[in-house]
């Protein structure tokens, strides 16, 4: 029937096409029903009462087990009978095809129906049905335009805009809302009532439909097999309430438990106090600590003369909780014990901590907010913090210091964000939500800062408000300050300076005493050369407890605490938050910064013609190949293709990596993390400088993997890259190349996958891989285990995109450098981790997927295996931070730096050779006699290396030429224009790099 009411929506047949996906609509909620309810009928008392009772309770454990099985089978006998008799039996044992089904579950049908409504100027219905496609797909551009279009165009009234998927547990929420808002406290208590009852009914009715097909994909042995399979059904289960729990478009944490809250106080002024009291101890099920409701529990004690005993949850709710308890307490020994986590791709670099509470955060609210009663306190909240690296390292009463909140290049970000403001008189640079929200409206480039100030604050006050313990937690105010260096005198006299820059005298900070219910948390951006400028102070205002900033650091403290925070010697920056327990201070700027970013990201969505025919055929003008595509590969979302870099460019990129890398991983001085039989390269941009500075060279990495003893890794990343060109580690002709390469890499896979969005970069890594030497016949390991780039591989071959994962990645591809290596292939793999297809990694050649295919890399048994690995996102709060200060940096760079330090670097060298060449001369006259062979062998020596040295400074200058040659092209691509006019200097002949020795650090 769907099929149908498509066929004749593309060949515009609009009544049969409104009929047919009108029919399929209601067939489907009427398949749907029939099955919920046939296996809703089977499992009640009134068919297998007699079943699950045994008849001696000292049975056996066979017995017991027989028992269960027979309940089974004949559960699943009633079944077959009751869906053969409903729906016969060809329907029973249909099955629908999972493209359908995601359609249906995504509300597709009313997209499609809606139209073929407009066509036949079914205007309202038209309405109704892009009004209900629109609140299950709210991003949806089209949509909103199409639904502006009905009520605006076609004079659709509001009150015609119906949902056509409302349940009525909803229905009653709404209205019992309505009324409750309008103190009509009956009718309230009889709707809401109503709506608890019947979501109830409906999250049984969604638990029961998670009961249906499963994929195996390997072959479990038979527990196995069932355990893999109830494993799906139960996550399936513990999902409902997050889907059940959503009003018009939103998602509304708490949900069930708030149905209690409003009749708590509903039936408190009805008059009927013994069910408020009931009601009371039902939402304290849900939420053991909220403070509201415990002063409300205790004026019904102390002032009703109620007690403890009166306090009894409703038995439904009990039920329901403890059957969340008990899945959630299965959930947790699942994801640590039954299911082994594999590691990540080539990435092991340090994480996003703002994602990884933002993730874990989500996680619990899908949770309604808490496991079980016990881990709702703050240890458990703390818990999790500290899981990600987030630990309270100090804490006095009110006070806490925490370290690892935000990476150097966020902090860097929200710095320069504050430092785009001219300072005042006094040398403070004040930026708050509204200010930078109008500073983007004239500069959309700094869209990036402002939605990772909103991230910042955000997840500031979730870790506040658990440190507190608080349940409702508002932004107060949020600004960046930065304070430029200078004295003290710039302040008035009595002048207590505060972090964000303004003055208190004592009288003030006294006075703040009384603000007990408002807290302060400020995140330190920048790093004190001298400790102590941060510091609380008594009384008598002395100084008592001095904290040293950092960048990641946070301290927080009640706005009743005094604090006074002195000027540094350098410019002093950080980010200042004051939080409330009163909703009416929470402040607008938030909400209205929010949304004016959420209509940035819609305008932006838009889907626009794309030209994929014209693009690629750029693509192959330039010599690019495509040698495996969807044929090849059993997936069109999966390609390889030849000729991104020539010869020379991927031996540029090598030698980076070979002079400059950090031995481990890469990231955080680790040894491989994925096996200890290769050595492990990695370039990331940023690491370079650190190299440089701690021994004054750029030894080479040889560092094992912890995992297995035949490989060696390293890696550079881009910030430390762009240190390293600084220090003139790195020529600037290098690091362009860099970000060269990766950025055409990255389009041909936009290009490629035909993406109406643009991909931005999440992390950009240059990475070797070496054998040790030695006999490696025997290696049974992988040098990089089957995985998914953005989701946890489960047990049963799916890949669940969930935290830890790096979720926000979309799309993943690796660009090879060589090819001259034994092993080191590239694969994808089945869910089982066997091998799909092997992909031989050679210069210039891509594999681009989306991040969620499975895959792997075989073991490096001789030579070194070199890639340019790279992740894109789709999200603009991912983007890659240091490559856009990359961007920024690079053009700043005088072409000459390389060879200036390199310059001064070999007259220092000849100045200490010519001093130790005098002392040893002196040392050697003194000693004639006795040392005249000596002195022969070591003039023999010194005239050989110095010839040597000639040599190798003749075949450097060469190469320097070499390398300066790329200036001349002036390639740049820049990741948001799409032309493809600026990278086609990559594949110029003559290009080539000399000795670039570059670094790496965690992003």
Same mark, same amino acid.
């Given at each position: 029937m769907?099929?149908?009411?498509l ?6 047949k ?9 029919k ?14 046939c296996r ?32 089974l089978?004949?559960?699943?006998h ?28 995504n509300?597709?049908?009313y ?6 409504y ?7 219905d ?13 991003n ?5 335009t199409?639904i502006?279009s009905?009520r ?6 509001d ?13 009653y ?14 009718y #309230? ?8 009852t ?6 049984e009715?969604?638990?029961?439909? &998670?009961?249906?097909h ?11 097999a069932i355990?893999?399979h ?15 729990s ?10 069930v ?10 039936y ?7 069910? #408020?009291?009931? &009601?009371?101890?039902?939402?304290l099920l ?6 509201e ?32 308890d008990?899945m ?17 791709e ?18 619990i ?9 016990e881990?709702l ?10 899981k ?13 210091v ?10 860097r970000e ?11 008189s006094?040398?403070?640079r ?11 409206k004239?500069n959309?480039?700094?869209e ?6 909103l991230r910042a604050?955000e ?7 658990h ?7 508002f ?5 960046i ?10 302040h008035?006299?009595n002048?207590i300076?505060?972090?964000d820059g ?8 006294d ?6 219910d408002?807290?302060v948390?400020?995140s330190?951006?920048?790093e004190?050369?001298e ?5 609380f ?29 002195e000027?540094s ?8 938050l ?9 402040s607008?700027?938030?909400r209205?910064?929010?949304l ?6 819609k ?19 330039n ?26 460019q ?10 400059g890398?950090?031995g481990?991983?890469?990231?955080d ?11 492990f ?28 003893k035949?490989e060696?890794f ?32 990255r ?10 969005q ?10 070797c891989r070496?054998?040790v030497?030695g ?9 990089h285990?089957?995985h998914?780039?953005?989701c946890?591989?489960?047990a049963d071959?799916?890949?669940i ?5 790096y979720?926000?990645r979309?799309?993943?591809s ?16 089945h ?8 992909i031989?990694?050679k ?5 681009g997927?989306n991040?969620?295919e ?5 073991a ?24 856009i ?10 072409d000459?730096?390389h ?14 050779k010519?001093n130790?060449d ?18 022969t062998k070591?003039?023999e ?11 190798e400074?003749?075949v ?8 300066d ?19 086609t ?19």
């Amino acid at each position: 029937m769907y099929t149908s009411g498509l066929n004749a929506y593309v060949g515009g047949k609009w009544f049969q096409c409104s009929a047919f996906l009108e029919k399929a609509i209601q067939e489907r909620k009427s398949y749907k029903t029939v099955i919920v309810d046939c296996r809703l009928h089977c499992r009640s008392d009134s068919v297998l009462s007699d079943f699950f009772i045994p008849a001696d309770l000292n049975t056996s454990v066979d017995a017991l087990r027989l028992n269960f099985f027979e309940n089974l089978v004949k559960e699943s006998h009633c079944l077959k009978a009751c869906k053969t008799e409903k729906l016969g039996y060809q329907m029973s044992e249909n099955r629908v095809l999972l493209e359908i089904e995601e359609d249906f579950d995504n509300l597709k049908p009313y997209s499609y129906l809606q139209f073929c409504y407009y066509k036949l100027e079914r205007y309202t219905d038209a309405a109704c049905a892009a009004y209900t496609y629109f609140l299950r797909n709210p991003n949806d551009q089209d949509t909103v335009t199409n639904i502006q279009s009905y009520r605006h165009d076609y004079r659709v009234k509001d009150e015609d805009f119906k949902d056509l998927e409302k349940k009525p547990y909803q229905d009653y929420r709404i209205k019992g809302e309505n009324a409750y808002d309008q103190d009509d406290w009956t009718y #309230a208590i009889e709707l809401i009532e109503l709506a608890i009852t019947e979501y109830y009914k409906e999250e049984e009715r969604c638990r029961v439909e &998670c009961e249906g097909h499963f994929d195996h994909q390997s072959f479990p042995d038979f527990i196995q097999a069932i355990a893999d399979h109830y494993i799906s059904v139960l996550q399936c289960q513990f999902k409902c309430e997050r889907k059940l729990s959503i009003l018009f478009k939103d998602y509304l944490p708490d949900f069930v438990g708030q149905h209690y809250n409003f009749l708590q106080y509903a039936y408190h002024k009805n008059g009927n106090n013994d069910k #408020a009291v009931e &009601c009371a101890a039902t939402y304290l099920l849900f939420n053991p600590n909220d403070e509201e409701m415990l002063r409300n529990k205790a004026f019904y004690m102390q002032k009703l003369g109620y007690h403890q005993a009166h306090f009894v949850p409703r038995q439904d709710a009990k039920e329901y909780e403890n059957r969340r308890d008990k899945m959630l307490e299965l959930l947790y020994f699942i994801r640590d014990e039954y299911n082994v986590m594999e590691e990540s791709e080539e990435d092991t670099m340090k994480g996003d901590n703002l994602r990884e509470i933002e993730l874990e955060l989500e996680k619990i609210h899908m949770n309604n907010t808490k496991s079980k009663p016990e881990k709702l306190t703050k240890e458990h909240y703390m818990g999790i913090y500290e899981k990600i690296g987030i630990k309270v390292k100090e804490h006095k009463n009110d006070r806490f210091v925490a370290d690892d909140f935000y990476r150097d290049d966020q902090c860097r970000e929200l710095a320069n964000f504050a430092n785009i403001l001219e300072p005042n008189s006094n040398g403070v640079r004040y930026l708050n939500v509204a200010e930078g929200l109008q500073r983007i409206k004239e500069n959309t480039e700094l869209e990036i800062s402002l939605r990772l100030f909103l991230r910042a604050s955000e997840l500031a006050r979730h870790f506040s408000a658990h440190f507190y313990n608080k349940t409702s937690f508002f932004i107060k105010n949020a600004a960046i300050v930065c304070v430029d260096p200078g004295s003290e005198d710039q302040h008035p006299e009595n002048c207590i300076p505060q972090e964000d820059g303004s003055c208190l005298t004592e009288d003030e900070t006294d006075d703040n005493e009384l603000l007990n219910d408002q807290f302060v948390l400020i995140s330190f951006l920048t790093e004190d050369e001298e400790p102590g400028h941060f510091s609380f102070l008594n009384r008598r205002h002395k100084k008592e407890m001095p904290v040293v900033s950092k960048c990641g650091r946070v301290v927080g403290f009640r706005l009743s605490d005094r604090q006074r925070s002195e000027r540094s010697e350098s410019q002093r920056c950080s980010m200042v938050l004051i939080f409330t327990s009163n909703r009416k201070e929470d402040s607008p700027a938030h909400r209205e910064a929010s949304l004016y970013l959420l209509d940035l990201e819609k305008s932006r969505l838009e889907v626009k013609e794309v030209n994929n025919t014209e693009d690629m055929k750029k693509f192959y003008d330039n010599g690019v190949r495509i040698v495996m595509g969807e044929k090849e590969l059993n997936s069109n979302q999966r390609f390889a293709a030849d000729g991104l870099i020539t010869e020379e460019q991927c031996q540029a990129l090598i030698n980076m990596n070979q002079e400059g890398a950090i031995g481990g991983d890469g990231y955080d001085r680790r040894r491989s993390p994925h096996t200890k039989s290769e050595t492990f390269d990695g370039l990331t941009i940023s690491r370079a400088t650190e190299k440089s500075f701690e021994d004054g060279s750029s030894k080479k990495a040889g560092n094992f993997s912890p995992h297995t003893k035949y490989e060696l890794f390293t890696g550079l990343n881009i910030w430390h890259t762009m240190e390293l060109v600084h220090v003139g580690v790195i020529s600037k002709q290098a690091a362009q190349l860099f970000l060269d390469a990766s950025d055409y890499g990255r389009l041909l896979v936009e290009k490629y996958f035909n993406l109406t969005q643009p991909l931005h970069f999440d992390y950009t890594h240059l990475v070797c891989r070496t054998a040790v030497e030695g006999s490696q016949e025997d290696r049974q390991d992988l040098s990089h285990p089957v995985h998914g780039d953005n989701c946890e591989l489960q047990a049963d071959g799916s890949c669940i995109r969930r935290f830890p994962s790096y979720v926000q990645r979309d799309y993943s591809s690796i660009m090879y450098l060589n090819g001259d290596f034994e092993g080191g292939e590239f694969f994808f793999a089945h869910g089982n981790k066997s091998a799909q297809m092997y992909i031989k990694p050679k210069c210039g050649r891509i594999v681009g997927f989306n991040s969620a295919e499975l895959h792997g890399v075989k073991a490096v048994k001789k030579g070194k295996r070199c890639a340019l690995a790279m992740w894109y996102t789709m999200d603009l709060n991912f983007k890659e931070l240091a490559r856009i200060e990359a961007k920024k940096m690079i053009d700043k760079v005088p072409d000459d730096v390389h060879r200036n330090l390199k310059s001064k670097s070999e007259e220092s060298t000849k100045e200490k050779k010519r001093n130790a060449d005098e002392e040893n001369n002196i040392k050697n006259e003194q000693n004639s006699h006795m040392d005249g062979l000596d002195i022969t062998k070591t003039t023999e020596e010194s005239l050989i290396k110095h010839e040597q040295k000639n040599e190798e400074k003749g075949v450097n200058g060469v190469k320097q030429k070499e390398g300066d040659a790329l200036t001349e092209k002036g390639q740049n691509l820049t990741e948001d224009d799409y032309s493809l006019k600026k990278v086609t200097d990559i594949h110029q002949k003559g290009q080539n790099l000399n000795e670039e020795q570059k670094l790496h650090e965690e992003l």
